[in-house]
C-alpha cells in the first residue's frame, strides 16, 4: 500500500522535469548548479543528512550540504576515539568529498519559507581551537575568533529544504558548566577531552606536586549515566587498565579515580531494569565509581559540587545529559514545535506549520522536510538514536532508485 510519506518523498526525490508547475520554482535556482534542475538543500551532515545526500541520486538534482562540521561523524564510536582506542581519521567521512554536492562549511543562521531562502554565515574558524583547553576563556567563542569579512552572511536558495541540524548538549542552565565542562558531541568535542585528558596526565607526573593534588587531577568525572557517558566511562577504565598505560604511567594507576554521577536513581535509566543493575554492578566493581540519586549545584575550573557531595576536585568534567534544540531551530518562527522545542513534521516528514489551536495535524510548509534528532513525527515519539534515523535512509534510498530506474511509484512505509 502506498504511504503518504512514501508519495512525498517520491515527490522530494523524483526529477524536476517530470512535474507541473518548476518553472516557478526555477527563479530560485541557487548559486551552484545547473538551472534547469531543482535545488535540494540539506541543512546537516550527521546521520540524517548525511545519508539522505549519499542516497539522493545526484544526476537529477542540485544537491547542497550546509554544515557547521566539515566531516560526518559515526558517533557511536566516538567514546573509543576520545580514549584514544581510536584514531579520529577512523571515524569520519569528510563531507566535502564529490564534485555532485555543493558543500558549505557554514552555518544556517535563519530560513525564510516564503522566500524559500536560508541565511547563512561561514563556519571557517576551527572549532578546535575554540575549545582547546589553553586558549582563554575569551577566545573560547569561535566566532570571536573570526575576522570580520568572515562573518558577513549570505543566502541560498533552494525548491526543496532539508532540516536535518541535529541537537545540542542539554545543561539544565546548570551555573559553570558551559564555561567549565566539555561535552562530547561531535570530533571537537572529543579532541578537547583528550588533549585534556593527556594535558592532565603530563602534568600528575611532575615530582613536586603533592599526592592530593595528583589525585585531583586525576579524578575524572562524567555527570550523565546514559549510553554515552557509561560509554566513556569504559573507555576511560579500559584506557587507564591497558598495559600500554601503565608502561607510559607507571606511578598514576594508584591515583586514578573515573565517577560516573547521575540525578537519577540509577545509570542507564531508559533501559532494562536488569542491564542497568548489570551495568552499575559492572562499573562498581571494576572501580568506576557510580554516583546516583545526585543534584550538581555548579561546575568550577577544577571542582564540581554536588548537594550529596560538596565539592569534588576534579581536572575533568564531562557532561552528557541528554539534548536540547540547536539554535536554528530555536530560531525559526511560524512553526509547530513539540514541548521541548523539537520540530515537528507530519508522517511524510514535511515539516507542520504553527498550529492556531488543538485540532487536526495542521497544515504542512511547502517543500521543506526535517528529520533526525531535530526533529518529532507528530504523535510518533520516536528516541534520538542514529538507529531510528537508518529506515528513513534506507526508504529514501529505495524510493530514489524506483523513482529514477522505473518510474513506478514506492510502496514503502516508514511508520510500517
Ligand atoms: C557520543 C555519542 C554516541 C552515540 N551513540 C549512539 C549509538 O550507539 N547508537 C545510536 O543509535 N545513536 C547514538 N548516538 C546518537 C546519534 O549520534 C544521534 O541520534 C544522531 O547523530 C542524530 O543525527 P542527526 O543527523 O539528527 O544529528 P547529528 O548527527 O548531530 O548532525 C547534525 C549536523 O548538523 C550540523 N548543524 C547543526 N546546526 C547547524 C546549522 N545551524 N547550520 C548548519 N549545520 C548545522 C552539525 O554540525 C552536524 O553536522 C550517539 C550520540 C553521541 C553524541
Not at 33 to 40: F, L, P
Not at 365 to 387: R, S, W
Amino acid at each position: 500500500m502506498s504511504s503518504p510519506l512514501s508519495k512525498h518523498l517520491l515527490r522530494l526525490t523524483t526529477p524536476a522535469v517530470c512535474r507541473p508547475g518548476t518553472a516557478a520554482l526555477r527563479r530560485y535556482a541557487t548559486i551552484a548548479g545547473d538551472q534547469s534542475k531543482e535545488t535540494v538543500v540539506v541543512i546537516g551532515g550527521g546521520w540524517a543528512g548525511y545519508n539522505f545526500v549519499r542516497k539522493l541520486d545526484k544526476s537529477q538534482y542540485n544537491l547542497i550540504c550546509i554544515s557547521g562540521s566539515t566531516n560526518f561523524v559515526t558517533t557511536p564510536l566516538l567514546p573509543s576515539a576520545t580514549s584514544g582506542a581510536l584514531g579520529f581519521r577512523d571515524i569520519v567521512e569528510p563531507l566535502r568529498s564529490t564534485s555532485e554536492l555543493s558543500f558549505h562549511h557554514s552555518w544556517a543562521e535563519d530560513v525564510d519559507f516564503n522566500s524559500q531562502t536560508i541565511t547563512c554565515v561561514p563556519a571557517s574558524s576551527p572549532a578546535f581551537r575554540a575549545k582547546d583547553p589553553l586558549v582563554k576563556e575569551q577566545q573560547r567563542d569561535a566566532r570571536a575568533e573570526t575576522p570580520q569579512r568572515l562573518k558577513a552572511t549570505y543566502k541560498i536558495k533552494y525548491d526543496k529544504l532539508v532540516i536535518a541540524a541535529g541537537s545540542y548538549n542539554q545543561t539544565f542552565g546548570t551555573p559553570g558548566v558551559e564555561k567549565n565542562a566539555f561535552f562530547l558531541k561531535d570530533i571537537e568535542g572529543a579532541s578537547a577531552i583528550r588533549y585534556q585528558m593527556y594535558e592532565l596526565l603530563d602534568i600528575a607526573t611532575w615530582p613536586m606536586l603533592s599526592d592530593a593534588d595528583r589525585e585531583a587531577l586525576l579524578t575524572w568525572v562524567i555527570v550523565g549515566g546514559g549510553p554515552t557517558g557509561s560509554e566513556l566511562a569504559a573507555e576511560l577504565h579500559d584506557l587507564v587498565k591497558c598495559k600500554q598505560f601503565r608502561e607510559a604511567y607507571p606511578t598514576l594507576a594508584p591515583h586514578m579515580r573515573i565517577k560516573l554521577i547521575d540525578a537519577a536513581p540509577t545509570i542507564l535509566s531508559t533501559f532494562d531494569k536488569r542491564l542497568a543493575e548489570y551495568a552499575s554492578d559492572k562499573f562498581q566493581r571494576a572501580g568506576i565509581e557510580v554516583l546516583t540519586s545526585r543534584r550538581i549545584k555548579k561546575v568550577d575550573t577544577w571542582s564540581i559540587e554536588t548537594e550529596q557531595d560538596g565539592t569534588i576536585r576534579t581536572g575533568l568534567v564531562v557532561w552528557s545529559t541528554g539534548i536540547k534544540v540547536p539554535p536554528i531551530v530555536e530560531r525559526i518562527r511560524g512553526i509547530a514545535k513539540d514541548k521541548r522545542g523539537f520540530l515537528q513534521t507530519n508522517e511524510e516528514l514535511q515539516l507542520l506549520k504553527e498550529p492556531v489551536s488543538d485540532g487536526p495535524v495542521p497544515a504542512a510548509v511547502e517543500n521543506v522536510y526535517a528529520m533526525g534528532d531535530c526533529a518529532q513525527i507528530k504523535d510518533h515519539f520516536l528516541p534520538a538514536t542514529a538507529q531510528v534515523i537508518s529506515p528513513f535512509a534506507s526508504c529514501i534510498r529505495s524510493w530514489v532508485y524506483t523513482a529514477s530506474l522505473t518510474g513506478r511509484k514506492s510502496t514503502g512505509s516508514l511508520l510500517g
